[in-house]
């Protein structure tokens, strides 16, 4: 087992690879921004190092700073979270030249995933159905209009390079490709450094269904089961629950399979996510590989009573998965509430802050990864996501009435939040019944949307 490793995150996740390193006995070292001194995941580490001021690219993203924390610490390894250089290649690259151990995939994996047109290539080519489509090059707007009139509008315009839900355009008609085509190409030059797009059909009132996958540097993969992540705004994920209502036992299987066949195509290491887009006759389309721990990975663990954390930290070690996937049993519903720290009724904006007063629901079902406390400033430099409430019943019924019973306990004072928002979803009739898709907030939660 690896004895330390240096955590390059900060906020909740970071927090909550402490915690599995802490079970593991893994001696742990925190790195935080000028901005970040009295961050939960900073006192929390059995050591930390400052890397930097407190914009991203100074300190989170600052490789060298980073790296050079690694070696003076004495760390084997390098566990990315998600966001910042999770998805990297180039960070994963330098790690191992530097003999560090990157708590992920080969850094070949993640370039080749990190290129979602090359991603559809490869599922393409290994017989994984792709949303249909063009990812070849586009040479000129002329070109990509007849590339658009072959597909058939509506479609969407996405950059290859895109993630957290941006860099996505849908245009309903050649004259609506035209005006959003050079922009997208702008755009997506500025936010990812490079300006390659792809074009896709636009599937119609979708759901969102990923599977968690686990995968060992033996070769062995498994997966554990799906999460339903169709409630969302601006293309980001909301709320989000697994089991999904959506699938059959049939579909699950099949979906299952084609995950763990999707992550043996590029001889994928450690945890990761193949994201698919379900349409209503329940034809199922991949649409991209997050390789690395998600958000949402609460939800899973806690139908499957697998620490998905603790499982990338033993692969990392070369051990061997311990479980097949006959081990895996699916028991219960859990579902996730994303907390933010922003203003529903004004538009989302974010809303950082001293937290004044503070009161975390638990009992019988109940998690919360986060990483605030009373009295602690969230810095205006990051993601408004302060935490996540996660409730676990015998069935979907009891999972929602307990989220029902955590949000109303949990109390924030001193900043805006989204829990009120969350408790209306889980209000909604529709919600209820599981009848829902990624239209439900625009379409259904009118009041907010600007
Ligand atoms: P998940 O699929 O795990 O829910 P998200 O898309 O919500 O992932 O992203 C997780 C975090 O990483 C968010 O804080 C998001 O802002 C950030 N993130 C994801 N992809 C990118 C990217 N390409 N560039 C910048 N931030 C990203
Ligand atoms: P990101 O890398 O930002 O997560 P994704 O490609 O996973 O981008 O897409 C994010 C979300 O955008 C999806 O969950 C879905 O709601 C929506 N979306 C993406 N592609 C399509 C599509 N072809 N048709 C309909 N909705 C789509
Ligand atoms: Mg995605």
Redesign the pocket.
């Known amino acids: 087992m690896l004895n330390k490793i240096l955590i390059a995150n900060r906020g909740e996740i970071a927090v909550r690879i402490i915690r599995a390193c802490r079970e593991l006995n893994i001696r742990t070292v925190a790195i935080y921004s000028e901005g970040d001194k009295d961050a939960l995941h900073t006192q929390m580490a059995d050591e930390a190092i400052c890397v930097g001021g407190p914009l991203s690219k100074d300190s989170y993203l600052n490789m060298a700073n980073i790296l050079s924390a690694c070696v003076l610490t004495g760390c084997e390894g390098i566990h990315p979270g998600f966001g910042f250089l999770s998805e990297n290649p180039k960070f994963a690259k330098i790690c191992k030249e530097c003999n560090i151990k990157f708590i992920g995939p080969d850094f070949e994996v993640i370039e080749l995933m990190g290129d ?1 047109a090359r991603a559809r290539e490869i599922m393409k080519s290994a017989n994984i159905p792709v ?1 249909p ?1 063009y990812e070849g090059d586009i040479n000129s707007i002329e070109h990509g209009l007849e590339i658009a009139n072959t597909i058939g509008y509506p479609l ?1 315009i ?1 950059a290859a390079a ?7 355009r849908i245009v309903y008609n050649a004259e609506e490709f035209k005006h959003n085509y050079e922009a997208a190409k702008l755009e997506s030059k500025a936010c990812f450094g490079e300006d390659k797009l792809y074009i ?4 119609q009132n ?1 759901r ?1 269904i990923e599977f968690q996958i686990l995968a060992d540097e033996q070769g062995n993969v498994i997966h554990l089961g799906e999460r339903e ?2 409630l ?1 705004r601006n ?1 980001q994920k909301v709320l989000e629950e697994a089991p999904s209502c959506f699938l059959d036992d049939k579909l699950r299987k099949e979906m299952g399979e084609v995950a763990v066949r999707a992550a043996k195509a590029v001889n994928y290491k450690n945890a990761g996510t193949i ?1 698919f ?1 379900v349409d209503d006759n329940g034809k199922f389309y991949f ?2 590989m997050n390789t690395r721990i998600q958000v949402e990975h609460p939800i899973t663990e806690m139908i499957t009573n697998i620490d998905i954390v603790k499982e990338q930290l033993k692969i990392a070690s070369n051990q061997k998965l311990e479980i097949t996937q006959d081990d895996v049993k699916i028991q219960g519903h859990a579902i996730e509430c994303r907390i933010n720290a922003e203003d529903p009724n004004n538009n989302f904006r974010p809303c950082p802050g001293v937290i004044s007063e503070l009161y975390v629901p638990s009992g019988l079902g109940v998690r919360v990864d986060s990483a605030i406390y009373c009295g602690y400033e969230i810095p205006p430099y990051y993601d408004s996501m302060i935490g996540k409430l996660i409730t676990y019943g015998d069935n979907r019924e009891n999972a929602i009435i307990k989220m029902k019973r955590a949000l109303d306990e949990f109390a924030i004072g001193g900043v805006t939040t989204n829990i009120d928002f969350q408790y209306e979803i889980l209000e909604h009739e529709d919600f209820v019944n599981g009848n829902y898709t ?1 239209s439900f907030i625009d379409e259904k939660l009118v009041n907010y949307n600007a």
């Open positions: 979602k949303i489509g969407m996405k895109g993630g957290g839900g941006k860099g996505i896709e059909k636009y599937i979708p969102h992540c169709s969302q293309n994201e887009l649409m991209e990624t």
